[in-house]
């Protein structure tokens, strides 16, 4: 019995130390772990000596465990894994200049081509009416209203039972009542290609007492958008056709007169 008790006694402190060692190296892990995510570098050594001693990583990992320790000891930052950087591929034509997909013509205007700048006018009265499209001012200011259409001034429609009514003579009645006496705030466009521009034309939208001259003109049957309409326009024209009002009482059939 005397004979094993060393042997019991080596066998006890071998267990021991194994136990000693794990706790250690778990206890190292998980501060360094904790210190690593702490961006301090003095406190990575205990994660960097666990990992060396552990038997089951590999060589490349306990050189590298290695090599941050030495770093470390001697007052160097450790090396951090840097992410793998894949090159674009060689294989991909490059467009020349010019040679790009065609764009839409209006985008040269939302991208804000000098030529189609818009700024606002006031238009004082009173106003020499041309047609239910285009008026006068007493300085000889020519305005010109965009986005629709309306008959010109000796224009006759036809209604349904064939007799004549002479619709552009109404139009520009109608156009004149919605502006007269009142101040205008005109939003032009400056360069503006419109067909009916003079050279000194003003050619664009106006509002009167907050309201578009143009969409009310529709709202009554007088003219018709021409053009991407507005949300508001198309209301006043299918308001303006379910009413009949103004040329839809004759389906909006113009016949010119000399």
């Given at each position: 019995m005397?004979?094993?008790?060393p042997e019991h006694a080596?066998?006890?402190?071998?267990r021991?130390?194994?136990?000693?060692?794990?706790?250690a190296t778990?206890?190292?892990g998980?501060?360094g772990a904790?210190?690593?995510?702490?961006?301090?570098?003095?406190?990575?050594?205990p994660?960097?000596?666990?990992?060396a001693?552990v038997?089951?990583?590999?060589?490349?990992?306990?050189q590298?465990?290695y090599r941050?320790?030495?770093?470390?000891a001697?007052?160097?930052?450790p090396?951090?894994?840097q992410p793998?950087?894949?090159a674009?591929?060689?294989?991909?034509?490059?467009?020349?200049?010019?040679e790009?997909p065609?764009?839409s013509p209006?985008?040269?205007?939302?991208?804000?081509?000098p030529g189609?700048f818009?700024?606002?006018v006031?238009?004082e009265?009173?106003?020499d009416?041309i047609?239910?499209?285009?008026?006068?001012?007493?300085?000889d200011?020519?305005v010109v209203?965009t986005?629709?259409?309306?008959p010109?001034t000796d224009a006759?429609?036809?209604?349904?039972?064939?007799?004549?009514?002479?619709?552009?003579?109404?139009?520009?009645?109608?156009l004149y009542?919605?502006?007269?006496?009142?101040?205008?705030?005109?939003?032009?466009?400056?360069?503006?290609?419109a067909?009916l521009?003079?050279s000194?034309?003003?050619?664009?939208?106006c509002?009167?007492?907050?309201?578009?001259?143009a969409?009310?003109?529709?709202?009554?049957?007088f003219?018709?958008?021409?053009?991407?309409?507005?949300?508001?326009?198309m209301?006043a024209?299918?308001?303006?056709?379910a009413?009949r009002?103004?040329?839809?009482r004759?389906d909006w059939k113009?016949?010119q007169?000399?």
């Amino acid at each position: 019995m005397a004979r094993n008790r060393p042997e019991h006694a080596q066998k006890k402190s071998s267990r021991f130390g194994r136990t000693l060692l794990l706790a250690a190296t778990f206890g190292a892990g998980v501060v360094g772990a904790l210190a690593w995510t702490g961006q301090a570098p003095w406190a990575q050594a205990p994660l960097l000596w666990a990992t060396a001693h552990v038997s089951a990583w590999t060589a490349p990992a306990r050189q590298w465990a290695y090599r941050q320790w030495s770093a470390l000891a001697w007052g160097r930052r450790p090396d951090r894994i840097q992410p793998e950087r894949v090159a674009a591929p060689a294989d991909r034509p490059m467009v020349p200049p010019g040679e790009g997909p065609s764009l839409s013509p209006l985008v040269p205007r939302l991208l804000g081509q000098p030529g189609h700048f818009r700024r606002h006018v006031f238009v004082e009265p009173p106003y020499d009416m041309i047609d239910a499209l285009r008026f006068s001012t007493s300085g000889d200011q020519m305005v010109v209203l965009t986005g629709i259409i309306t008959p010109a001034t000796d224009a006759a429609c036809e209604n349904p039972d064939r007799t004549l009514w002479p619709c552009g003579i109404f139009a520009r009645a109608t156009l004149y009542a919605l502006i007269r006496g009142q101040q205008l705030v005109c939003h032009a466009q400056v360069g503006s290609t419109a067909t009916l521009q003079e050279s000194s034309a003003l050619v664009g939208q106006c509002r009167v007492q907050g309201k578009d001259v143009a969409t009310e003109l529709v709202r009554v049957g007088f003219a018709r958008p021409n053009g991407l309409a507005s949300r508001a326009m198309m209301e006043a024209e299918a308001e303006a056709r379910a009413d009949r009002r103004g040329l839809w009482r004759s389906d909006w059939k113009i016949v010119q007169r000399n």
